[in-house]
């Protein structure tokens, strides 16, 4: 089957460095992305990887190693507003998005 | 300029009734999709739509139903709405992706919630 796996939930201080995590098996693999959700709204797209590597853009920066089935989102210099969940999802053989259930993150000052 | 929107932005009704969401976008794109995020924030597809093909999560209760009078709109219809299908329905879209290689983001409507008494 296809599954997603990200942690349910983190917590780090204003400021600070936080990776969150994300581990996929899918039947075949045509790239991943990243989305950011705030409670009560939308998600709304951060970051597209398909090949191996770091993708930086702002605080925000994203690596994929598809040999591993594993990819992370790294921000930076965290504010109260990137308290949000996370969400991984990756693209199968069929060109399908597949959904992590998201990473809630929590900022403490 | 609202990009995808959806209405109404909350819905309540009960058991047993039909319902139906409307979701526009202005984007130009050419795909539209319904998703179902339930209380545990899963993310689920349950229709992907293009001017060539209805793509239909089999796991969707045929109760379901999706209705696209042109390329901007796609409405989700409900029959006989149970307590399950109480959830925040999302609509998106994104435009094709030009090659095997690429694939575009999708942009998301603001949701609707759904709750069934």
């Known amino acids: 089957g296809q599954n997603i796996d990200q942690p349910t939930e983190m917590t780090a201080t204003e400021g600070a460095i936080v990776q969150i995590n994300c581990t996929y098996q899918?039947?075949?693999?045509?790239?991943l992305f990243w989305y950011q959700q705030h409670a009560g709204e939308a998600p709304t797209f951060l970051s597209y990887?398909?090949l191996d590597g770091l993708e930086e853009k702002g605080r925000f920066s994203s690596f994929l190693s598809r040999s591993k089935g594993y990819s992370y989102l790294l921000l930076k210099e965290l504010q109260m507003k990137d308290s949000a969940s996370y969400l991984c999802?990756?693209?199968?053989?069929?060109?399908?998005?597949?959904w992590g259930a998201g990473t809630k993150l929590i900022i403490k000052p | 300029d609202t990009a995808v929107s959806q209405t109404p932005k909350y819905l309540v009704t009960q058991m047993g009734n039909d319902k139906s969401i409307k979701c526009e976008q202005n984007?130009?794109?050419?795909?539209m999709y319904w998703y179902k995020q339930d209380s545990k924030k899963f993310l689920k597809i349950m229709f992907s739509?293009?001017?060539?093909?209805?793509?239909i999560n089999e796991t969707v209760p045929n109760r379901f139903s999706p209705k696209s009078p042109d390329k901007a709109h796609l409405n989700l219809h409900i029959n006989s709405l149970e307590l399950g299908d109480s959830a925040v329905y999302f609509c998106?879209?994104?435009?094709?992706?030009?090659?095997?290689?690429?694939?575009?983001?999708?942009?998301f409507g603001p949701g609707t919630r759904l709750t069934v008494l």
């Open positions: 998106a879209s994104s435009q094709e992706a030009a090659d095997p290689y690429t694939y575009n983001e999708q942009f």
């Open positions: 984007l130009g794109h050419d795909t």
């Open positions: 739509y293009n001017n060539k093909e209805l793509i």
């Open positions: 899918t039947s075949g693999f045509n790239g």
């Open positions: 990887n398909v």
């Open positions: 999802a990756v693209i199968d053989s069929n060109y399908q998005l597949i």
